[in-house]
Every structure is written in structure tokens, then in C-alpha cells.
């Protein structure tokens, strides 16, 4: 049995169709989704390999930590969840999720905070600050005049970059301002500036450049080191008529911002301080920040990986990957793209929708 | 064998009716399906619309009524889809030249074991981009795409058929002069009837409710013979000027395939600064590898720590694509793949068919079509 399946790839922000290809109920490939009008096809070699996820280190059954984290029923491990969350008042609890999650699950998981009365609860982008502008489209990039690039988006996110080389194509005049002494993105732009740092960029940028700012350019930036700084050139390039895209990090931190709080690694700092339970989707904090997380009474893991916040969590929840999941993602530029579910999650893993759904009901709250 | 010419039509109403000149085709498949002649049958389906076509495996006969009709927006490869995921199965496969072309020289590698795949050919005029396809009706034919229900190529126009059952329709050479129409590979093919498969069959030299085939094998034959002889088809003979009429529509073709040669890989071929700035754009991802059939070697040179120049911003176009050339040229197919997934928009192909065509003089090997392997091929990286 074997089948050819549209999908989204969420290996970045940027949205690109791919086709994965499933025999007996495994992903062994991706197969060319030409019929995509963002990427025609066409992928970057995270892209192509994006089936290798379905695989990779899955959490297939509930974990409950005993002496160690050992395999638990469905029942066990949630009603260890909702006996730890009813202990605890609700300024106490705290909800994360990453930006990798579906707009459905978003939207269950703020219900479900709500109804709880949680407030501790958001999305974290690490240095991306929520953004709410408008933001340019492909096609505005294939048809700009000019093109302003902070970052190397042509090596990092591709995809994007081909519409760069599109737009090159059809006479646009390209900039590009980076830290190092050459990007790729540099060596295929008309001219590139070298840069101290991304904080002196708007000190620092040639006054011509600006000046060729107009309706009919792009100001691309991606590659932050840190939000303070998007946040100030968002700020600055919007004083002028240009239209702008910021590159996201996870193939869903556009949706995210749409509809949670956003926490920048100092929030979430913060909150993981102000809370005794956390409860986690789909995301690592773990991996960033341990020792914020050592005050902590209970973790809930909920997602389709082993990862370092799993390993120190109370409860493991096994969720589903994307490719096991109907829903839609929101890109980069702002598009909503649905996906279908093409594949059963292993084991006794369950859809995440689901899994809050089910905290929900034992915890005696409507959704 | 000698070649033999015959039109065939499905007896079965339904796969008649809704199958493409007659549904001869869809009827050969479910006789091999229901007498247990093959495991599954691979063939295209429409997707989301005309513009989708998605690769599918059959493998209940009473399914094929749902592979039927042409779909000319899909240029798809299935001759590594099969080398990877399905060369353990009996299969039935319908085949573009191209298709067929990347099969033969798998079967020549022993990736495919021609003795467990029947190749059923389509003659192909050549394949449009999907994306491309979808601009294209809307700037030349005024019509918004998605209001489009089929489609087809006859007597070099592009023709596009209205839910309301109007059609409108323009001629192709005109189309191609602005940029669109046919991909620019299909454009410089020469394989339009695909004789390295076992039947090659399609609408040029038919009657209308008539499939034109050429049985090119003995396996071929049989599979027909079956097929007769069990209700699937019926057949007659064609006309003398029937086959007059498709040898000149082949004819026709090739010479401005050839016309087309001339133009991309001679007249309108990049120069070297033009390369230049090609190999700039170049991330080294590996689609254009990851996306020909011929590079089957499971350890890959490319990625051996001495071709490795993790240093360099652009990678060495000499030790990526050179290397790449030197293993593959000689046997380049001119699917085009490699050109149509790369994300960076290099024009790959033109450089692979051109320096293909020059072996090809010296040599007389054709990638695709001849029997034996590329002479001095070498073994070694297998």
C-alpha cells in the first residue's frame, strides 16, 4: 500500500507545499507538490527530509513518574494532571506552547486557559516580539523594485529566497546588510553592507538605500539575535512606505501571535518563576532554560517527541506529530494553509486536540 | 518484433465513457489487476483539480475508473518513485516517454527488474507546469483557472473545456513565444511516442472513441491478446492513412523538438558570466540529485568529506554540479527534474541535455531508448 499526500512542511515559517510519501502507514519520502503555488515543487533539503520527523524519537505511550518516568494508561496520566491542577490556585499554573502547533490548537488551548482561569499562558518565539502589521506578499516580493534584506534568507529559508532571485530576475534592484564578511544572500544581492551589529543597523545604513524605500519595495528581515532589535526595525521601516515580511521561526509563530500572548525569553523566564505547575505543548523549555524550571512542583509534556523537558517531566502526554493532524498553519507572510491528517499517530499517541479536550472534560470544564 | 498498429476501445461503458479515446488504456489495466497479473497498477490521479495530478497506486481493479483521463499540468517522474518504494511489486505503469526513458536505464542498473513491471505508454506532446498552466489561462485565455474542468492537447493547440461545456482554445506556438505553454525540457524532447515501452498508445492517428496503439514487445502483445480475449478491449485495424496521418503528427513533432534544441541549448544557451551568477545562487540542497532517477547510489560522492567546502559561502560549482555531471551526462534523460526542483532556479537541465547531445554524436548512445548501457560506463560507483 502506498500513497502520495499533500502537506504542509513545517520544518520553517515559510509554508512550502511537499508531498509525503507513505507505505504501510509509514512516511519513507516526499514527492515534488508542483501544484503548490508558493514553492512549485521546489524545496530546500529540510524540506525534502521533513518525513524523517514522523519517525523521529516518538513518544508513543503515557508516562507517569514514579521511580522514573515509566509507561502509564491514558487514565492514570490524566488524572495525575487534572489532580495537580485542581491543587494548585490558577495564578500558579502555567500554560506554554510552541509555534509549531496547528491555529485549532491554539484556539482549544486559550479556551481551555480561560475557562480555567489561567492567564499564565503563551507562545514561545524566542526572539521574535508579536507582530501585528500587514505584511507583504510573494508576489509583492517577485514584483518589488527594491529589496531590503537584513539576514541571509536566501541560504536560511530558501523558498523565501527564491522569490528574491525571481524578483532579480525581473530587474529588482537588491540590498542586503549582515554581520559576517560575506552570506550567500550578499554575493546575489547588487550590494551588500557589512554591519557591527544588527542593534547599529539603523545608525549605520547608507541614506541612499533608505531613500529607494517606497510602495513598490520589500524590507525583508530575518536572523535576529534577539526581539529588542526586531522590535526597533519594525518600528523604524514602518515610518516608511514600504512593505515589509519578518521572518518567522516555526511554521506556526504567525498563527500563534494571532491568537496567544507572545513570550520572548524573558517572559518566559518570568512566568516560569511566578508558577508551580507548568504544563507544556509541543514545546523544549528545558532546552533553554533549566535552571528557571527548578522551582517547579509538576510538568506536563505533552507532545509527539522525546526532548529534554520530557525527561524531566511528571506527566508525558504523547501527541501527534503534524502529519497526523488536520488543522491549518499560518506562514511567514501571513497565508493560512489547512493540512490533513495522512497518518495514524504510534502507539496509543494521541490527535493534541484531543488530549486538552479530554483534560478538559475530567477537569469539569465545557470547551 | 515487429511493429503492429491497432486501435482498441474498452468494452466496459463506464471506463468507455469517462476513460480518455475510448478508455483503452484504463481497461488494460483492470485485466492485469483482475487476473492477478500485477499487484497494484501506478498511474496519475486528479487531485484538487485539473492542475494536481498525484501519483497513485491501484490496487483494487474496481479504482482504475477513478485514474481516468488525461492530465497535462502534472509532470511528474515515476521512474525513481518506483525504484524506491515499489520495485518489489508486480506492477502495471502508465509511462510518459520520460517515465519510460529513466525506467529503461534502471533496468539496465538492476534497480528495476523489468520482468515484474508492464510499461504502458502514452504518447506525450509534453507537460505544462502546473502553476505556469494556471497564469497562462488566465492571461491568454481570460478564464479564472479554477473555473477549468479539463483540458487537452490536439493539432498543436491547448485547449481548455468551461463547466458550462465551452471551450476555448489557442495555439501553442504561440503561447510558447511568451514563455508559457509546454515545459522547456518537453519542449526539446524527441521521445514523443514512447517505443521503449511495451505499447505505446494515444490519440494521434485515432478515430474518435479510439485509442491508437503500437505494440512494441512481445509482452505487449500479450498483455493485448488477454485483455481481447477476455471482454477488457475490442479492436480493429487502422486505416493506412490513419497511420500516415500519426507518423506525420510525430514527425512534425520531433522537428520542432529539434528547432527547440537549437534555440535553448545553442542560440539562447547561457554564457559563462551568465553561469556564473547560476552557480551563485546554488545552496547545495541536493534536489537536483535527490531528483534524478539515475543517481541511485546509495552512498553518494557529493557528499564524501573531500568534495566537502562547508568554508565557502557559494559551493565549489566545479566539486557540487561538476562532479554531479561527470557521473550522470552521459545517461541524462532530459526529464527536466533536476531544473524543476531547484529551489534556486538554475537552469540545470540545458547543460546536462547539451553535453548529453554531444556524447550522443560521438557515440550514438540514447539515454533512455538504447539497449545497452552508456559505452564506457563505469560500474564502480555502484
Not at chain 1, 195 to 215: A, G, N, P, Q
Not at chain 1, 224 to 250: A, R, S
Not at chain 1, 271 to 276: P, S, T, V
Request: charged letters at 25%; glycine letters at 8%.
Amino acid at each position: 500500500m502506498m500513497k502520495v499526500a499533500h502537506t504542509i512542511c513545517p520544518s520553517c515559517s515559510v509554508g512550502c507545499g511537499v508531498n509525503l510519501i507513505i507505505k504501510d502507514n509509514e512516511a519513507v519520502g516526499t514527492y515534488p507538490y508542483k501544484r503548490h503555488p508558493l514553492n512549485e515543487g521546489k524545496t530546500c533539503r529540510k524540506g525534502r527530509e521533513c518525513f524523517k520527523i514522523v519517525m523521529e524519537n516518538r513518544l508513543k505511550e503515557p508516562l507517569l513518574r514514579g521511580n522514573g518516568l515509566k509507561q502509564s494508561s491514558w487514565d492514570a496520566a490524566l488524572d495525575a494532571v487534572v489532580s495537580q491542577i485542581k491543587l494548585h490556585p490558577a495564578p500558579e499554573v502555567g500554560i506554554i506552547i510552541s509555534g509549531k502547533c496547528t491555529n485549532e490548537e491554539y484556539e482549544t488551548l486559550k479556551k481551555f486557559s480561560k475557562n480555567l482561569g489561567v492567564e499564565n499562558i503563551g507562545c514561545h518565539t524566542g526572539s521574535v516580539p508579536s507582530v501585528d502589521l500587514g505584511t507583504a506578499t510573494l508576489d509583492d516580493v517577485e514584483n518589488s523594485e527594491f529589496i531590503l534584506i537584513i539576514g541571509d534568507v536566501i541560504k536560511e529559508t530558501p523558498l523565501l529566497g527564491r522569490w528574491i532571485i525571481l524578483a532579480k530576475e525581473n530587474g529588482a534592484e537588491i540590498f542586503a546588510i549582515d554581520k559576517p564578511d560575506e552570506t550567500l544572500t550578499g554575493v546575489n544581492s547588487h550590494q551588500y553592507q557589512q554591519v557591527e551589529s544588527i542593534s547599529s543597523i539603523i545608525d549605520e545604513i547608507d541614506s541612499t538605500v533608505l531613500e529607494k524605500l517606497s510602495s513598490q519595495s520589500t524590507v525583508i528581515i530575518s536572523n535576529l539575535e534577539n526581539g529588542d532589535n526586531f522590535e526597533k526595525l519594525l518600528t523604524f521601516f514602518n515610518q516608511y512606505d514600504t512593505k515589509i515580511i519578518p521572518v518567522f521561526q516555526d511554521c506556526n509563530s504567525r498563527g500563534a501571535m494571532n491568537i496567544l500572548p507572545i513570550l520572548s525569553d524573558d517572559d518566559l523566564s518570568d512566568l516560569l518563576e511566578k508558577i508551580k505547575v507548568l504544563y507544556v505543548v509541543g514545546d523544549d523549555p528545558a532546552s533553554i532554560m533549566i535552571e528557571s524550571m527548578k522551582n517547579l512542583d509538576f510538568i506536563i509534556s505533552q507532545g509527539c517527541m522525546v526532548n529534554e523537558t520530557t525527561s524531566i517531566s511528571d506527566v508525558v502526554l504523547p501527541g501527534s506529530c503534524w502529519a497526523e493532524k488536520t488543522g491549518s498553519l499560518t506562514n511567514t507572510t501571513g497565508e493560512t494553509q489547512e493540512i490533513s491528517k495522512i497518518l495514524e499517530p504510534p502507539g496509543n499517541a494521541l490527535d493534541d486536540q484531543n488530549i486538552i479536550t479530554k483534560i478538559a472534560e475530567k477537569m469539569g470544564l465545557e470547551l | 518484433m515487429e511493429s503492429q498498429f491497432l486501435l482498441a476501445k474498452a468494452k466496459d461503458d463506464e471506463l468507455a465513457v469517462r476513460g480518455e479515446c475510448g478508455g483503452a488504456v484504463s481497461a488494460l489495466f483492470k485485466y492485469l489487476l483482475d487476473q492477478d497479473l500485477v499487484d497494484g497498477v501506478l498511474t496519475l490521479t486528479r487531485g484538487e483539480d485539473i492542475y494536481d495530478g498525484i501519483p497513485t497506486l491501484v490496487e483494487d481493479s474496481e479504482d482504475i475508473i477513478s485514474t481516468c483521463g488525461s492530465l497535462h499540468c502534472a509532470p511528474t517522474m515515476f521512474g525513481d518513485l518506483i525504484s524506491k518504494h515499489l520495485s518489489d511489486m508486480r506492477l502495471a505503469v502508465s509511462v510518459k516517454p520520460c517515465d519510460a526513458m529513466a525506467i529503461k536505464e534502471l533496468e539496465k542498473r538492476h534497480q528495476i527488474n523489468e520482468n515484474l513491471i508492464y510499461k504502458v505508454g502514452l504518447n506525450c506532446g509534453g507537460s505544462l507546469m502546473p502553476i505556469t498552466a494556471q497564469k497562462m489561462i488566465e492571461v491568454f485565455y481570460d478564464v479564472d483557472p479554477s473555473e477549468v474542468v479539463k483540458e487537452e492537447i490536439d493539432k498543436g493547440k491547448f485547449i481548455i473545456e468551461l463547466a458550462d461545456g465551452t471551450h476555448k482554445s489557442i495555439e501553442i506556438d504561440e503561447l510558447e513565444e511568451k514563455g508559457f505553454g509546454r515545459r522547456i525540457n518537453c519542449q526539446r524532447c524527441e521521445l514523443k511516442i514512447p517505443r521503449n515501452a511495451d505499447l505505446a498508445s494515444g490519440n494521434w492517428g485515432a478515430e474518435p472513441g479510439w485509442t491508437f496503439i503500437e505494440v512494441i514487445t512481445e509482452k505487449g502483445k500479450k498483455l493485448l491478446d488477454g485483455a481481447k480475449k477476455g471482454g477488457y478491449i475490442e479492436v480493429k485495424t487502422p486505416s493506412e492513412k490513419a497511420i500516415i496521418i500519426r507518423g506525420k503528427i510525430e514527425n512534425a513533432m520531433i522537428k520542432l523538438a529539434q528547432k527547440y534544441q537549437e534555440k535553448y541549448l545553442e542560440e539562447n544557451y547561457p554564457n559563462i558570466e551568465n553561469w556564473d551568477e547560476y552557480w551563485n545562487h546554488c545552496i547545495k540542497c541536493y534536489a537536483c540529485r535527490d531528483a534524478c532517477s539515475l543517481c541511485y547510489c546509495k552512498e553518494c560522492d557529493l557528499e564524501k568529506e573531500f568534495y566537502n567546502d562547508e568554508d565557502g559561502v557559494v559551493p565549489d560549482p566545479l566539486t557540487f554540479q561538476g562532479v554531479r555531471m561527470s557521473h550522470v551526462y552521459f545517461s541524462c534523460i532530459n526529464c527536466g527534474q533536476c531544473e524543476d526542483v531547484c529551489p534556486m532556479e538554475i537552469p540545470l537541465a540545458v547543460i546536462f541535455h547539451r553535453m548529453q547531445k554531444k556524447y550522443r554524436d560521438k557515440t550514438g548512445f540514447i539515454p533512455g531508448v538504447s539497449e545497452e548501457l552508456p559505452p564506457l560506463f563505469s560500474p564502480e560507483k555502484e
